[in-house]
């Protein structure tokens, strides 16, 4: 019995190995690209209110 268990968790956690995660690492890229330029953005216009 614990050894069929095993072979099933073994089984599940390589199950992910093969996935494709191109977009999800181009989307938080775009999003992490859109937070700096928004910061950005806020910093200027505080140095310009100064």
Do not use: C, P, Q
């Amino acid at each position: 019995m614990s050894n069929n268990k095993k072979k099933k968790d073994t089984v599940n956690e390589n199950h992910h190995d093969g996935m494709n995660l191109k977009g999800t690492f181009l989307m938080v890229m775009t999003l992490g690209v859109i937070m700096v330029i928004s910061w950005f953005g806020a910093f200027m216009l505080f140095m310009e209110r100064m």
